[in-house]
């Protein structure tokens, strides 16, 4: 008997190949768009690898941290400096194409019914994603990660009653010290890594179920697809997916070797000081847009801190805001515009994000807000309009 024999009776593995490559097929009006959910995949092997490489000579330590960084890997270390360049633009690359895969579904409605459960597990991959880069960004102990900590943790305080335990809890010391590095650290490595597996498998199997969406948000059967509708995902899909990822490390590695800065923040290779405050404190530029919502309510900020959580999870929430028949943004007129207004207005709030919140800035951020959460309450408007549209058409 061989092996792949021996394998298959008792893990099914043929089946398991043709549920998730073989027989899996995908329609074939799509565009380039829906290359970036493999490039997700593949820019999030490159954090792994180059982050196990990066753990080999990290010293979770409040007093070796830093120069683990900056003097061991980056001096010392053969190639140290290649695998935290590679860590650091992967970083920033994957929120990039993790923003135009998620704006990708908005636009193309891969939210809507069947395929809820796919849109939950990706949101939830990409709060985790978020959670793993916020405690990374901690561990190379530099001025702004430090201040950025402690300003994000602070937060918490506002929770009614539980708050200020919280806050020391999560830190395990009143402030940012030795003790909520090695909390980061592990949260870092080992469990959100973890969980973004277990998460990855769980999206991409919810995938399988109802299939991909398309640009004209048509529902294909099987058989469909499998006579004229869809090619196969394994090898046909994923041929064209070779090339793009071929082009995508082109620029990728031009990125590592040669625009590298663009990833790591100069105040950064400051050690750590927590008597000595930065002028202006602000996260990773993938963060900048919920952080100036953050700021925006800069009259209150307790509202200000329940429009930053909600403008985190509300997108969560998309298949019950948006409840139109129509699927794709393609044939929704009124859609569309609000969908373009909604992408120029997050790129403006991530462009404020990095300016002080003073002036007239201050002012702009919170207009800026308003129309933030304006796109999604809409949506149950629009679907109205549109289901009589529908109605009347019929």
Not at 56 to 70: E, G, R
Not at 177 to 199: G, K, M, Q
Not at 356 to 375: D, E, K
């Amino acid at each position: 008997m061989k092996f792949i024999d021996w394998l298959d009776e008792r893990l099914a593995v043929r089946e398991l190949v043709k549920v998730m490559l073989t027989e899996y097929y995908v329609p074939k009006n799509i565009n380039f768009l829906w290359s970036f959910g493999v490039l997700v995949m593949l820019v999030f092997a490159i954090l792994v690898v180059s982050g196990i490489f990066l753990l080999m000579y990290y010293k979770p330590d409040a007093h070796l941290a830093f120069d683990s960084v900056n003097k061991t890997i980056m001096m010392d270390v053969e190639y140290g400096w290649l695998f935290r360049h590679t860590h650091a633009v992967a970083a920033s690359i994957m929120f990039l194409v993790l923003y135009i895969h998620m704006a990708r579904g908005i636009y193309y409605g891969s939210f809507k019914p069947p395929r809820e459960i796919v849109w939950i597990t990706g949101y939830i991959l990409f709060v985790l994603m978020s959670a793993t880069a916020f405690t990374g960004y901690l561990l190379p102990w530099g001025q702004m990660s430090y201040w950025a900590a402690q300003t994000i943790t602070t937060l918490f305080e506002k929770i009614p009653f539980i708050g200020p335990d919280l806050v020391v809890w999560i830190r395990g010391n009143y402030i940012v010290e030795d003790a909520t590095l090695t909390r980061f650290f592990a949260l870092h490595v080992v469990f959100l890594p973890l969980l973004l597996i277990v998460f990855t498998a769980i999206h991409l199997y919810a995938v399988r179920i109802p299939g991909s969406n398309n640009e004209d948000g048509e529902h294909y059967t099987k058989e469909e697809k499998k006579h004229g509708k869809g090619i196969p995902f394994w090898p046909v899909f994923m041929a064209k997916e070779f090339f793009v990822m071929s082009v995508f490390l082109i620029f990728f590695f031009y990125l590592v070797f040669y625009q590298y800065k663009f990833a790591m923040d100069p105040i950064n290779f400051q050690p750590a000081d927590y008597l000595q405050t930065p002028m202006h404190i602000y996260p990773e530029w993938y963060f900048l847009a919920f952080y100036e919502v953050l700021r925006g309510f800069f009259f209150s900020q307790n509202l200000g801190l329940i429009a930053f959580v909600l403008s985190m999870f509300i997108a969560a929430f998309l298949p019950w805001l948006d409840t139109s028949p129509i699927v794709s943004g393609k044939h929704r007129p009124i859609y569309k515009v609000l969908f373009w207004i909604f992408i120029a207005d997050f790129v403006f709030l991530t462009i404020l994000g990095k300016l002080p919140p003073t002036g007239l800035y201050a002012w702009l951020g919170f207009i800026g807000s308003l129309i933030y959460f304006a796109f999604f309450l809409a949506l149950p408007i629009v679907s109205k309009i549109e289901k009589k549209k529908v109605a009347g058409g019929r």
